[in-house]
């Protein structure tokens, strides 16, 4: 399956990121929300919306629109997100493509739990 990844780090000015990833049919927003001072942000939550390419939200199974991850998933996102915001991975130290898939993976994994794609 192919897909375009826009991946946007924490800048200083702002608490929220934006991060999007594009397939063929579909794609999938994802909202970081970042807590605490401008030096030392830290990730409190995350939600995320799947629409289709023209704009449209797609509803989840129960009628919801957006995911928030929490709990363990939360603790592997972080851990996720925290790979390829690093110097490693903006250095081209670690394989980025690995690094890549393994996020994009993780949140198709929760997309076809928690949406009806057709």
């Excluded at 702002?14 to 401008?38: H, L, M, Q």
């Excluded at 939200?57 to 939360?74: P, S």
Aim: proline share 2%; net charge positive.
């Amino acid at each position: 399956m192919n897909y375009k990844f826009e991946l946007k780090g924490p800048g200083s000015s702002s608490n929220i990121v934006f991060n999007t990833i594009v397939f063929d049919s579909f794609k999938i927003n994802i909202i970081e929300r970042y807590a605490g001072r401008p030096n030392a942000l830290k990730l409190s939550h995350v939600l995320f919306k799947v629409r289709t390419l023209d704009d449209q939200l797609i509803n989840r199974k129960d009628g919801n629109v957006r995911v928030k991850i929490k709990d363990e998933n939360l603790v592997k996102y972080k851990d996720l997100i925290k790979k390829l915001y690093s110097y490693d991975y903006k250095n081209k130290l670690i394989n980025r493509k690995e690094a890549d898939q393994d996020y994009v993976y993780f949140i198709l994994d929760l997309v076809i739990r928690n949406y009806q794609l057709s």
